[in-house]
Nanobody, 121 residues
């Protein structure tokens, strides 16, 4: 019912920048929050940053001051601008959205397929 399509990702050198984008489509009534999670090999998936429809941002301490999340409510898109990237930022990044659809009157988690970000020299 809801599809999340990510773009961006790839290889970047330490200290570099990269932008991830995600677009939601489908039977959407309302998107409560959108965000990005990441999962590195051997580690649990963790929240990177999320943003509500009202603009409230939550992010993990390790990315504060380096990553910026933004959202276009009209287009149902969320972007993650990543600056000053570190080797430890390497992971598969997943787009997440909590969506109210035409068939389910409460928010349900939807996930993108993930995009690989590799920070390496």
């Amino acid at each position: 019912q809801v599809q999340l399509v990510e773009s961006g990702g790839g290889l970047v050198q330490p200290g570099g920048s990269m932008r991830l984008s995600c677009a939601a489509s489908g039977s959407i009534v309302k998107i409560n929050s959108m965000g990005w999670y990441r999962q590195a090999p051997g580690k649990l998936r963790e929240l990177v940053a999320s943003i509500t429809s009202g603009g409230y941002v939550n992010s993990v301490d390790s990315v504060k001051g380096r990553f910026t999340i933004s959202r276009d409510n009209a287009k149902n898109t969320v972007d993650l601008q990543m600056n000053s990237l570190k080797v430890e930022d390497s992971a598969v990044y997943y787009c997440n959205a909590v969506v109210v659809t035409t068939s389910v009157p409460y928010g349900v988690d939807y996930w993108g397929k993930g995009t690989l970000v590799t920070v390496s020299s």
